[in-house]
Nanobody, 114 residues
Framework: QVQLMESGGGLVQAGGSLRLSCVAS????????MGWYRQAPGKLRELVAS???????NYADSVKGRFTISRDNARDTLYLQMNALKPEDTAVYYC????????WGQGTQVTVSS
C-alpha cells in the first residue's frame, strides 16, 4: 500500500517561490514515474509536471519555465520548485503517478496573493 504525504505549501505573494515535497512510502519509488497535480476550487484536478525514473520531465504549458520537478530516489521524495508564482497557481497540490494509481494524499495548499 503506497502512502503519499505532501508538504511545503503556504501563502506567498505573487512573484514569490515555494518548494513542495512528497514522500512516498511503501513503494518502489525509484522505479516509477511520478507527477504533481493541482486542484483549484471548482476545477478538475490537473497534472502540471511529471518525471520518469531516469529524470526526464514534462510540464503543462501553464507552468513551463516557472516550475521544476525533481526527485531524490534515495529518500523516496519528489519535489516541485515553484518560482514566479501567480494568483492562478492557487490550488491544493498533490503527488501521484502520472496515470494515478495510488490513493491520494491530503495535499498541500498553495495560496498566491496578488
Amino acid at each position: 500500500q503506497v502512502q503519499l504525504m505532501e508538504s511545503g505549501g503556504g501563502l506567498v505573494q505573487a512573484g514569490g517561490s515555494l518548494r513542495l515535497s512528497c514522500v512516498a512510502s511503501g513503494s518502489a519509488f525509484s522505479m516509477n514515474s511520478m507527477g504533481w497535480y493541482r486542484q483549484a476550487p471548482g476545477k478538475l484536478r490537473e497534472l502540471v509536471a511529471s518525471i520518469t525514473p531516469g529524470g526526464s520531465t514534462n510540464y503543462a504549458d501553464s507552468v513551463k519555465g516557472r516550475f521544476t520537478i525533481s526527485r531524490d530516489n534515495a529518500r523516496d521524495t519528489l519535489y516541485l520548485q515553484m518560482n514566479a508564482l501567480k494568483p492562478e497557481d492557487t490550488a491544493v497540490y498533490y503527488c501521484n503517478h502520472p496515470t494515478p494509481r495510488y490513493s491520494w494524499g491530503q495535499g498541500t495548499q498553495v495560496t498566491v496573493s496578488s
